[in-house]
């Protein structure tokens, strides 16, 4: 249950406060069987606990407890003591399938910074030197993958809110997978884009761009945005989930950047989650302002009113805003003509 509603409802219960404060349990059940890969060893067979716990080196007795707890959550099913995967499982949390959810990777480095919180709060930034998430390979991977697979699904939709009528030039500005700069691809055929992204990030860019087909048309930049040059001459400056992982000096500067690499008459849109102007809406900005807190050094969730501030400053005009149906909207200001 969404705490929102929860809070919300007349003649609210202490029992059902008390339930909702543990509904971490079965998140946290989920995400260590994630971990170890207890769906990707049962694949599409039934085995015993004990041949689970043999293929993960762990503790029969505690594996079997964990399996017990996901076939009671329903991701399981047990029958004569073998455990098998649900439809769901298989097609969500093997990996390898079609629906694999990579995300939840991502997730699972995520709890470690979020047990932080507390802390975080207490002094007012990020505890952890080296944040939870560790980025080795398979952690950027594992990112990457999971935030391209969220974004596919929705971006075709989303770019159509883009004015690209003008648009044959893009610089994609923290843009991962490029998994926007392909929407772009695919909904005008003469668009070309460069994807600019930190140099460790950008061999992965290019796997992706392989696989959509778009190399002919979409290339990589590798560098630091708050340090290095990003060229000019673009028709469009797109940053999606980019201006969260900054403090708003640095966004103003990176504005600023972005709109001298304009060509006359082109557009800089921030992609990302607006909260209102008391900062209290919609609920998933409010709490991604604190998945900042514990994972970044200055980064936030931003109002309009920001957001316009930066533009206006980069001397940008006729900004508007577009809401889309995924919970992200669409910040755009013109360079003048």
Not at 14 to 38: G, K, Y
Not at 127 to 141: A, F, M, N, R, Y
Not at 242 to 257: C, D, Q, T, Y
């Amino acid at each position: 249950m969404s705490i929102a509603p929860l809070f919300k409802q007349p003649g609210l219960t202490a029992d059902q406060i008390r339930n909702f404060a543990f509904s971490w349990r079965a998140s946290r059940v989920l995400l260590t069987a994630c971990e170890l890969d207890v769906f990707t060893i049962l694949g599409e067979s039934w085995k015993q606990s004990t041949e689970v716990a043999e293929s993960l080196e762990a503790d029969p007795r505690a594996t079997d407890r964990l399996m017990n707890a996901l076939a009671g959550m329903g991701v399981l099913v047990k029958k004569d003591g073998s455990f098998a995967n649900t439809e769901a499982a298989l097609r969500f949390l093997v990996r390898g399938s079609d629906g694999y959810i990579h995300s939840l990777d991502h997730v699972a480095n995520l709890w470690k910074s979020w047990s932080t919180l507390t802390d975080a709060v207490r002094q007012g930034s990020r505890v952890l030197e080296s944040p939870g998430i560790k980025w080795d390979t398979q952690s950027l991977h594992a990112f990457i993958a999971g935030m391209h697979d969220r974004a596919r699904d929705t971006a075709d939709e989303t770019i159509l809110s883009l004015d690209l009528t003008d648009v044959s030039r893009v610089l994609d500005v923290g843009g991962g997978s490029g998994v926007y700069s392909m929407a772009m691809a695919r909904a005008k055929e003469d668009l070309r884009a460069t994807v600019f992204d930190l140099p460790h990030v950008v061999p992965i860019t290019e796997q992706y761009i392989r696989k959509s087909g778009f190399s002919e048309r979409i290339d990589t930049l590798a560098g630091d945005y708050n340090v290095d040059d990003f060229g000019n001459g673009y028709d469009m400056v797109f940053l999606s989930a980019v201006v969260l992982i900054n403090s708003p000096e640095a966004n103003r500067k990176l504005i600023g950047k972005c709109a001298g690499a304009l060509k006359p008459g082109g557009q800089v849109v921030v992609q990302d989650y607006i909260l209102d102007e008391d900062r209290t809406a919609p609920l998933h900005a409010t709490l991604y302002a604190l998945n900042m807190l514990v994972v970044t050094r200055a980064g936030d969730t931003y109002t309009e009113q920001e957001v316009r501030s930066w533009m206006e400053e980069a001397g940008l005009r006729r900004i508007t805003r577009t809401d889309t149906r995924f919970g992200v909207s669409q910040i755009t200001g013109w360079n003048a003509e």
